[in-house]
């Protein structure tokens, strides 16, 4: 009897021994930070307690020069009954603060965490510590001169000088991010960064911006004057003929399904096929730019001749017996000139696609640096490959009705970085000279690469 009795009295014990010291301490994980943390670094630690639960995780700054600790984060769980507090697991995001002073240089970053086992006073060192600089001064960004002005739907350039510590800076526009370019000018710290003021965004303001390593951001309203503007409304009526003699190929052609009436399709082809094909478009032109690849000696874009069948940003309404069936606008400039017309490239470039492009059809888009591009629609034939370096003028293709187009003309449109903007202003020489090659020239340039081997 006694032998028994002392023997469950022992397991009673052991179970006891292993609910309230059980030897499984916290463990912890911390994610998001690299050598450098700044107020915008996304830190994660995550603590997790196989046994009694956690009790305390506590994520600390120590400052090497000797400034007090700052505690970044902390999450308490106190003890719920018996077996500790029931928490196995938490997330903590750790912040420095926007408006805690916090002194930079060397520091570690700490993380200490317990449970609610016994042993747990005995485990009050760090569970993990990270040597870090600590960097809360966000990258010098100062705009070089005035007179910014865009009209909705055009473009601009500004030249600003950014401090070598950033790691991205461009220009914001609304839900837009144009990134700058480097290496245009002899002095590192100067970047191009040339915008769109989208045509369906006429409310946004541009917002410069520069952002270092550490997630640092500073952000400046740009002094701009925006001219408003009106686009044009259009009609256009949606003939059988035209269902029939497009949606069937296009549907097939871009992979959609063929299932319902030729004005379903038409539908899809309008909208989803639309959008998509602007989304690969960005996706093609989205790389951060290089300086210009043209001249300012050549004056503005080189247009095709012919007459202009469509304005840019023309609000379409398409309508089918009478009744509006979609709305859309129209990102570019329709040009007809005669059948099969010689397409020429509007300026100095590098093709950056060549082939079918969604509502385009047979397509090219040009990369012209600084973030501009065009791009030559409905084309009957393509005579230039992908990664060409074309003169301006140089014959691209020949004009035709591939795509999305009821009869034989060029689509064009000129685009910064993948979003379209009005290409009248490119094709001014005034502007162009003023806008682009006049800031250009505010500062020395390198000198262009040689093709002579060096002496
Ligand atoms: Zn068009």
Avoid at 181 to 187: H, L
Avoid at 322 to 340: E, P, R
Avoid at 367 to 387: A, K, M, P, Q
Avoid at 404 to 422: K, N, R
């Amino acid at each position: 009897m006694r032998p028994a009795l002392i023997g469950l009295g022992l397991v009673a014990a052991g179970v006891l021994a292993a609910v309230f010291a059980e030897p499984l301490a916290p463990r912890v994980e911390l994610t998001g930070v690299t050598d450098t943390i700044g107020r915008g670094t996304p830190m994660r630690v995550v603590a997790t307690d196989r046994g009694s639960g956690l009790a305390d995780v506590e994520v600390r700054l120590v400052p090497e020069d000797g400034s007090p600790a700052l505690v970044l984060a902390r999450q308490e769980f106190p003890r719920r009954g018996l077996l500790g507090s029931g928490v196995h697991e938490t997330t903590l995001a750790p912040t420095l603060g926007a408006n805690v002073p916090v002194p930079e240089g060397k520091a570690t970053l700490e993380v200490r965490a317990s449970d609610h086992s016994l042993l747990s006073a005995l485990r009050r060192w760090p569970r993990l510590t990270k040597e870090v600089m600590v960097d809360v001064t966000p990258p010098k960004l100062e705009v070089l001169g005035t007179g910014h002005d865009v009209r909705v739907g055009g473009s601009e350039l500004l030249i600003a000088r950014v401090g070598g510590d950033a790691v991205s800076s461009g220009v914001q526009v609304g839900d837009l991010f144009f990134p700058a370019s480097s290496g245009v000018f002899k002095e590192p710290e100067l970047r191009t960064m040339l915008f769109a003021l989208p045509a369906d965004t006429p409310d946004a303001r541009p917002v410069v911006v520069a952002t270092d390593a550490a997630g640092n951001r500073r952000e400046e309203p740009l002094k701009i004057t925006v001219q408003p503007r009106k686009f044009a409304d259009k009609t256009l009526p949606i003939t059988d003929a035209f269902l029939q003699r497009k949606v069937p190929d296009l549907l097939s052609a871009n992979g959609l399904p063929a299932d319902g009436s030729l004005v379903d399709g038409y539908l899809r082809i309008n909208r989803d096929l639309r959008a998509s094909t602007e989304a690969r478009i960005r996706e093609l032109c989205g790389n951060p730019p290089e300086g210009p690849l043209w001249s300012g000696d050549d004056g503005g874009f080189l247009r095709m001749p012919g007459a202009a069948l469509s304005g840019f940003a023309d609000r379409r309404r398409y309508t089918r017996d009478g009744k509006v069936i979609d709305n859309q606008m129209h990102l570019g400039y329709d040009i007809a000139s005669l059948k099969q017309a010689q397409v020429p490239a509007a300026a100095a470039g590098r093709v950056r696609f060549a082939g079918p492009l969604g509502i385009y059809g047979n397509a090219v888009i040009l990369d012209h640096g600084l973030g501009v591009f065009t791009l030559y629609g409905h084309l009957s034939e393509i005579s230039v490959t992908e990664n060409a370096d074309v003169k301006r003028g140089d014959f691209l293709g020949k004009t035709g009705d591939t795509g999305l187009a009821g009869g034989d003309h060029l689509h064009f449109s000129t685009m910064v970085q993948g979003i379209h903007v009005d290409p009248v202003p490119w094709w001014d020489r005034g502007w162009v000279g003023e806008h682009i090659f006049a800031r250009l020239a505010n500062h020395p340039r390198p000198a262009p690469p040689t093709s002579e081997p060096a002496s």
